[in-house]
């Protein structure tokens, strides 16, 4: 079993940045891709970015890429989401997501955990 905490949501102006934190228990953390998932109010989840077990290959949504990054750090059991630019429509609930297969995809059917989520909202 792997748990998983996201923290750093907020409240924060259009253009503004927050930092969303993905804390890791459980088995060995750096073994799984790591996924950031939203959810808006009446939407679907959709990917956000995802990033595989050593680090250094990353994938993001259209919608995101270069405004934020993931990152991670395996010696934290830890994985981040640097948001920047925010824009009213990144508005929703935020969750991260482990994948043992180490795919990384943007399917999220390879993540076989979740976290509860954390609420980030853009005001414009």
């Known amino acids: 079993q792997v748990q998983l905490v996201e923290s750093g949501g907020g409240l924060v102006q259009a253009g503004g940045s927050l930092r969303l934190s993905c804390a890791a228990s459980g088995r060995t953390f750096s073994n799984y891709a790591m996924g950031w998932f939203r959810q808006a109010p009446g939407k679907e989840r959709e990917f956000v970015a995802a990033?595989?077990?050593?680090?250094?290959?990353?994938y993001y949504a259209t919608s995101v890429k270069g405004r934020f990054t993931i990152s991670r750090d395996n010696t934290k059991n830890t994985m981040y989401l640097q948001m920047n630019s925010l824009k009213p429509e990144d508005t929703a609930v935020y969750y991260c997501a482990a994948d043992p297969s180490n795919l990384g995809t943007s399917w999220p059917g390879v993540y076989d955990y979740w976290g509860q989520g954390t609420q980030v909202t853009v005001s414009s």
């Open positions: 990033i595989r077990w050593g680090g250094r290959s990353t």
